[in-house]
């Protein structure tokens, strides 16, 4: 009963940065885990990032170690995705998820968000 909502999505080029947010509502929020997963045209959705309620546990997929750091404000109910030195590889629409553990698995996640759309020029 997590209600998401992403933003910050947009048009960088290649190098550049952007920083997603989603805004969470609803009763479950609480001592949930959190995760960004993508998915470009004609490709699965693919994880991305996750964070543990306290924020003490990450992961990352491997094609964004370095690059992108996840992070949540509970006092505010938002998750992050800072994400630099972006590549055309990266466009992709993100979602914002919601579970009960951290996990690469995007079938561990109850509750997505719309998606917010993130396009890497060159």
């Known amino acids: 009963q997590v209600q998401l909502v992403e933003s910050g999505g947009g048009l960088v080029q290649a190098g550049g940065s952007l920083r997603l947010s989603c805004a969470a509502s609803?009763?479950?929020?609480?001592?949930?885990?959190m995760g960004w997963f993508r998915q470009a045209p004609g490709k699965e959705r693919e994880f991305v990032a996750a964070?543990?309620?306290?924020?003490?546990?990450?992961r990352y997929a491997d094609s964004v170690k370095g690059r992108f750091t996840i992070s949540r404000d509970n006092a505010r109910n938002t998750l992050y995705l800072q994400m630099n030195s972006l590549k055309p590889e990266d466009t992709a629409v993100f979602y914002c998820?919601?579970?009960?553990?951290?996990?690469?698995?995007?079938?561990?996640?109850?509750?997505w968000g719309q998606g917010t759309q993130v396009t890497v020029s060159l």
């Open positions: 998820a919601a579970g009960l553990s951290v996990s690469a698995s995007r079938f561990q996640y109850q509750s």
């Open positions: 609803g009763r479950t929020f609480s001592g949930t885990a």
């Open positions: 964070i543990s309620w306290s924020g003490s546990s990450t």
